[in-house]
């Protein structure tokens, strides 16, 4: 994850560098070491100094690592004659490289010739399997191409070698999401919270699907994400509040007959309408009417 001091680091040499300041190859170092995407920037900034022989040759063996994230970069921007002319070049520098023959593969799949695509990937699989990024860009694969079930199946084989990749977990989750398939999609959000279990917009994704998909565990689980939800973040997050209300609602009414009344719920409830209120009050006083009329509707039973 990118800090702000980082951030900022990075913005203010890509403003130095884009006003003809220098730093050209600071920048683009940066960038590297962020993993963060410039494409465009990198491709223009980088070219410029790939093209200089002067500055390309005080680079050293820096020079091969430069060619390689032009290359990505001009992919990215559909400069695909920029990506086939550096991918030749450390060809013909690195002649054995599997890692130019990834490059070779990812131009393969930026023309869309994706059969072709496929079978470097495969072959560059079965000689190193431990390949994330190889993984990575057969699922982005399957996606560009509108594959989504073959979305599923390469990210699923991803995540039985690599468990601990929450981005991939996430992904997953949001894929089944689109699906509306629920359960494999809450699935996903527990595996992610174990990863990172204070992030509040993964508990508060997580309570949403339990309530999507109903019924009386399902909800009092969603109850406690929303309540954890609304704790990581200070008491300040309005969806997380008002699902709380719903799911204390929905509980009550399932419950209704059966039980005694919830107490903590009812008390869980009326704090999280009292602090809706509140925070309407001072962001969206016109909205309050509604919120009150909403709120009413959901009564608890006793």
């Not at 495969?122 to 057969?138: A, F, V």
């Not at 999401?177 to 699935?187: D, G, P």
């Not at 929303?226 to 300040?236: C, E, V």
Request: proline share 2%.
């Amino acid at each position: 994850m990118v800090t702000k001091t980082e951030e900022s680091q990075l913005k203010n040499l890509e403003i130095q560098v884009d006003n003809g300041g220098g730093g050209a190859w600071e920048f683009l170092s940066l960038v590297r070491k962020l993993k963060v995407r410039r494409s465009d920037k990198v491709l223009k900034h980088g070219l410029s100094i790939l093209n200089d022989p002067k500055q390309r040759s005080t680079l050293g063996s820096e020079e091969w690592t430069l060619y390689e994230q032009v290359a990505v970069a001009a992919m990215d921007c559909q400069s695909l004659d920029v990506a086939q002319d550096c991918t030749k070049a450390l060809r013909k520098r690195f002649p054995e490289s599997k890692r130019v023959g990834r490059l070779e593969a990812m131009l393969l799949e930026a023309k869309g010739s994706w059969d072709m695509a496929e079978k470097a990937y495969t072959s560059l699989l079965e000689d190193n399997p431990l390949d994330q990024i190889i993984h990575k860009r057969r699922v982005a694969m399957a996606k560009a191409q509108g594959n989504i079930s073959g979305a599923i199946e390469w990210l699923n084989k991803y995540l039985e070698i690599f468990m601990a990749d929450h981005d991939a977990w996430r992904e997953l989750a949001e894929i089944y999401l689109s699906l509306q398939m629920y359960k494999q999609a809450a699935f996903c959000y527990e595996e992610v919270i174990l990863a990172q279990p204070t992030v509040p917009l993964y508990h508060l994704a997580y309570a949403d699907v339990l309530y999507t998909l109903g019924g009386l565990e399902n909800l009092q689980t969603a109850k406690k994400y929303y309540a954890s939800t609304i704790d990581l973040t200070g008491g300040k997050n309005t969806r997380a509040l008002f699902g709380v209300c719903l799911c204390t609602s929905a509980i009550a009414q399932l419950t209704k007959g059966k039980n005694k009344e919830d107490k903590e719920g009812s008390q869980l409830h009326s704090l999280a309408a009292k602090a809706l209120e509140k925070d309407y009050k001072q962001r969206a006083p016109d909205k309050l009417p509604q919120l009150t009329t909403a709120l009413k509707s959901l009564t608890l039973s006793s």
